[in-house]
């Protein structure tokens, strides 16, 4: 379901199933592996296969990732970054929606680092449709870290999805396009920001904590990357500013959730011609909010406020 891969610097060129040298995959491998097991990365699944073992230690390193973290890896291709995970000592759950691919991984693994096989485990799914039921030990796990990878196309209904979902997710560190990234983390006020910087707020904070070159993807993309890092919010985070509660019923983030999409759905009305058939003027008395202004202006703590107004109005 990704983009992955890793190297321009390993030595083991070949096929077959002789002990190779490096223990991350070069772009060599990347290519004889896809190769012999008659695999081409396909639009469909958003693949490009990162070839730089420099680029995906970078990603491991950004995470924070220590011996026996549990990680969620999604879209993990031919195992480049995944290896480079199972290198710094992680418990790896990858999800692979590409079935040649979920099938190629343990293969990779055992025989670029055999020691580290039952570290892995492969789930042949759609991470949108995973659940606990899919990951019982992530679900159990006390927290986890999401490190991917991602599509493009899918980036941030992923991201959200899996917030939703998974409690324990306490950490993402997520390559995607420039532009999803700057939507990701962008703040109130800016062209950029919108409905997936408000959503993901709700969850936590976000930042850029790099950009990534076109070149070291094997096919290149038209587009620059970045890394998105990304940290839960917990009830007992010492920033006072943070007023929302993510562990709220899911009814009512799905109230502070349409609210953010009807006002970014037409983001150039104000918001009491955006929500005119949700917010009464009297909640927006209420929630000390300024009719007149525009959904580009709130904070994710603006919205919460403005809808838990209404939900008393």
């Known amino acids: 379901m990704s983009q992955q891969e890793s190297g321009a610097t390993s030595s083991a060129v070949d096929a077959g199933n002789e002990p190779v040298a490096d223990r991350l995959l070069g772009a060599a491998d990347i290519r004889a592996i896809a190769a012999a097991a008659g695999i081409r990365p396909t639009k469909k699944f958003g693949q490009n296969f990162v070839i730089d073992p420099g680029t995906v230690r970078r990603i491991v390193r950004e995470a924070g990732i220590r011996p026996n973290d549990a990680v969620l890896e999604v879209g993990p291709g031919l195992g480049s970054?995944?290896?480079?995970l199972l290198e710094a000592g992680a418990h790896v759950h990858a999800v692979?929606?590409?079935?040649?691919?979920?099938?190629?991984?343990?293969?990779?693994?055992?025989?670029?680092?055999?020691?580290?096989?039952?570290?892995?485990?492969?789930?042949?799914?759609?991470?949108?449709t995973l659940s606990a039921d899919d990951v019982p030990e992530l679900a159990a796990a006390p927290r986890f870290t999401l490190v991917a990878n991602l599509p493009y196309n899918v980036a941030t209904p992923i991201v959200l999805t899996l917030l939703e979902r998974f409690a324990p997710l306490d950490r993402i560190l997520v390559m995607v396009q420039k532009e999803v990234a700057d939507r990701l983390a962008a703040r109130p006020g800016s062209k950029i920001?919108?409905?997936?910087?408000?959503?993901l707020a709700w969850y936590g904070s976000a930042q850029r904590v790099g950009t990534i070159g076109r070149h070291v993807f094997w096919p290149a993309p038209n587009v620059d990357s970045a890394l998105v890092l990304f940290n839960r919010h917990h009830e007992s985070a010492a920033d006072p500013t943070i007023t929302v509660d993510t562990t709220a019923p899911a009814p009512e983030r799905e109230r502070v959730f349409a609210l953010i999409d009807a006002a970014f759905g037409q983001r150039r009305k104000t918001l009491h011609a955006a929500l005119r058939h949700l917010v009464s003027d009297s909640a927006f008395t209420a929630a000390g909010i300024e009719p007149t202004r525009r959904g580009e202006t709130l904070t994710i703590e603006e919205f919460s406020?403005?809808?838990a107004a209404q939900a008393l109005a």
């Open 305 to 307: 406020r403005l809808a």
């Open 96 to 128: 692979e929606i590409d079935p040649a691919l979920a099938s190629r991984l343990p293969d990779t693994v055992e025989r670029f680092m055999p020691e580290a096989t039952h570290r892995l485990t492969v789930i042949r799914q759609d991470a949108l």
């Open 81 to 84: 970054l995944t290896l480079a």
């Open 193 to 199: 920001y919108g409905a997936p910087s408000v959503k």
